[in-house]
């Protein structure tokens, strides 16, 4: 147990729905990063928030969006869903030392149909 | 050219085998590398991590750093099925920036 939680660990949806994907870090790490993984395929990062600022943005479409709250858990928001956004969504946390490395959760597997 | 090259596979391997799994890179700046193992539609899982040049060993795993030649490796010895897995290598600079950058990953099977 890598002790990040990811909800919902599964999600059907609909093209055009929106959902909301939750993950508490690791106690302690102040640092959460999103990841896409499209069936087999590598991980893409979306976003990084460190302490409830972005810290870095990759290759996050413009209808996603995410946020950390003061208690430092994470949302990741997907609008608009198309068939293409199918895919695992992998949140991972860090410390904030130098030598500090990730840990990811179990993932959340959406599914749009 | 991608910051972070790894051998895509897939790499089938009879049971007991020593597997090699090999990652290069671009950035000079990398100081931290790590490998993690993936089972299919789980959360990678770290499996070593190591700074600088160098080797470590844990158990059946040895992770290998050049840095003179921007390449880390990962041996497995005594491969088991168990180990079937996708490898992903990563790596970050020396810096609070926290910027992780992953390979591809290599599929690996382990056959009975």
């Known amino acids: 147990d890598s002790g990040v939680t990811q909800t919902p660990k599964h999600l059907i949806t609909a093209t055009g729905q929106r959902v909301t994907l939750r993950c508490s870090p690791r106690s302690g790490d102040l640092s959460v990063y999103w990841y896409q993984q499209s069936l087999d395929q590598g991980l893409q990062f979306l976003i990084q928030?460190?302490?409830?600022?972005?810290?870095a943005k990759g290759n996050i479409l413009e209808r996603f969006s995410a946020q950390q709250f003061p208690d430092l858990h994470s949302e990741l928001n997907l609008s608009s869903l198309e068939l293409g956004d199918s895919a695992l969504y992998f949140c991972?946390?860090?410390?904030?030392?130098?030598?500090?490395?990730?840990?990811f959760g179990e993932g959340s597997w959406l599914t749009v149909v | 050219q991608k910051e972070v090259e790894q051998d895509p596979g897939p790499l089938s391997v009879p049971e007991g085998a020593i597997v090699s799994l090999n990652c290069t890179y671009s950035n000079s700046a990398f100081q931290y590398f790590m490998w993690y193992r993936q089972y299919s539609r789980k959360g990678p899982e770290l499996l070593m991590y190591?700074?600088?040049?160098g080797n470590k060993e844990d158990g059946r795993f040895t992770a290998q750093v050049d840095k003179s030649s921007k390449y880390i490796s990962l041996f497995i010895r005594d491969s088991q099925p168990s180990d079937s897995a996708t490898y992903l290598c990563?790596?970050?600079?020396?810096?609070?920036?926290?910027?992780?950058?992953f390979g591809p990953g290599t599929r690996l099977s382990v056959l009975p």
């Open positions: 990563a790596m970050r600079d020396d810096n609070y920036g926290q910027n992780f950058v």
């Open positions: 928030y460190y302490n409830g600022e972005e810290r």
């Open positions: 991972a946390s860090s410390g904030q030392g130098a030598g500090n490395t990730i840990y």
């Open positions: 190591t700074y600088s040049s």
